[in-house]
C-alpha cells in the first residue's frame, strides 16, 4: 500500500485570535499553545495509520466484542508518550492500555481513543479517526480529532474551533424538521431508546447512519445539525465533545445533563439551543 496517504499537518496552520490566545486552559501552556500540540499529535498518529491502513493487521476480539488492532494499540502507545513527556504531571486514560497516573499535582487528565471507528479501519474505509481530550477534573476542556486518511484535522481549545487551523462553527439550524441528524448505529440503542430515535428520525429532514467521530466533526464544521449517540465509553466522547463546544454547539448527555468524565454514555448534540431543546422535549425521560 502507499505510504503517503495524506499530508501532515503543519504548525504554520493554526490562527489563534490574538486576544485569546494568551488565555489558558491548561496551566502549563497558554491557548495558543495548547492548540499547537494538539495539532502536532497529528505527526505521532498518522504515519502509524499510514502503514497499517489496507495492510490487513490481525483483527482481535475485546471482552466487549469490539475489535482490536496492533494500529490502536501503538497509536495509543505513541499517543500516550508524547503526552507524558510534556505533561508529566498529567493523568492519561486510554481505551487499549492501564491507567497511567501523573504526579496528582495538576488536576489534568487526557482520554485517548487511537482509533475510533476500528470496523470501519479493518474494513479499509476512511471514516475512522484518531481522538485525544483534556480534562480538567472530569469535565472535557479542549480536543483532538484526527480524521487521517480524510486529511481533515479538528482541534478545540476554550472558544476556537479550526479545521486544519481555519476556523469553524456549527450552522444556525434551529429546526427539527428541516435538520440533518446522524447516528453511528441504531444497534447502540436500547429498544426503548431506539423507538424514541426513530420518532426523531421521522422528524428530521435527512438521517446519516454510519460515520462513528466525524459525525461530530462535521457537526463542529456546520455539515451535520445533530448528532445522537448511547452505548458510549468516555474515550468516544471526550475528544470530540470539547470541538463541538468550542464551534458553538449545545452539548449534553440524553437526559440533558452536562458531560462529565466518567458518568457520561450518552450524547445529544445540537447545532443550536433551539434545536437541542426540540429533541430533548421528544426524549423526555426515555434514557
Not at 171 to 199: E, H, Q
Amino acid at each position: 500500500m502507499p505510504r503517503q496517504l495524506y499530508q501532515q499537518p503543519k504548525k504554520s496552520q493554526l490562527k489563534v485570535p490574538a486576544k485569546r490566545a494568551h488565555s489558558r486552559i491548561h496551566s502549563q501552556l497558554d491557548n495558543a499553545e495548547l492548540a499547537v500540540f494538539l495539532s502536532n499529535l497529528a505527526t505521532v498518529s498518522r504515519p502509524i495509520i499510514a502503514h497499517w491502513f489496507r495492510a490487513h493487521p490481525d483483527i482481535e476480539i475485546k471482552a466487549d466484542t469490539s475489535p482490536v488492532t496492533i494500529a490502536d494499540k501503538t497509536v495509543e502507545l505513541a499517543l500516550r508518550d508524547a503526552i507524558a513527556s510534556r505533561f508529566p504531571g498529567d493523568d492519561i486514560l486510554g481505551e487499549e492500555h492501564d491507567v497511567t497516573r501523573g504526579d496528582g499535582s495538576t488536576g489534568y487528565q487526557w482520554v485517548i481513543d487511537p482509533i475510533d471507528g476500528t470496523k470501519a479501519f479493518v474494513s479499509g474505509k476512511p471514516t475512522f479517526g484518531s481522538l485525544v481530550g483534556l480534562l480538567e477534573s472530569g469535565r472535557p476542556v479542549a480536543g483532538f480529532c484526527d480524521m487521517p486518511v480524510l486529511d481533515e484535522l479538528y482541534i478545540g481549545v476554550g472558544t476556537e474551533a479550526w479545521l486544519n487551523g481555519t476556523p469553524i462553527s456549527v450552522s444556525a439550524s434551529k429546526d427539527l424538521v428541516t435538520s440533518r441528524l446522524a447516528t453511528t448505529s441504531p444497534d447502540a440503542f436500547p429498544p426503548g431508546g431506539l423507538a424514541v430515535f426513530n420518532r426523531i428520525s421521522a422528524q428530521a429532514g435527512i438521517t446519516n447512519y454510519g460515520g462513528d467521530c466525524h459525525n461530530y466533526a462535521l457537526l463542529a464544521a456546520g455539515h451535520i445539525d445533530l448528532v445522537i449517540e448511547d452505548s458510549l465509553a468516555p474515550h468516544d466522547i471526550m475528544g470530540v465533545v470539547p470541538i463541538m463546544q468550542a464551534a458553538g454547539a449545545c452539548v449534553t448527555d440524553l437526559q440533558g445533563d452536562p458531560v462529565r468524565y466518567p458518568h457520561t454514555t450518552s450524547l445529544l448534540c445540537a447545532a443550536t439551543p433551539e434545536l437541542h431543546a426540540a429533541v430533548l422535549a421528544i426524549v423526555g425521560d426515555s434514557f
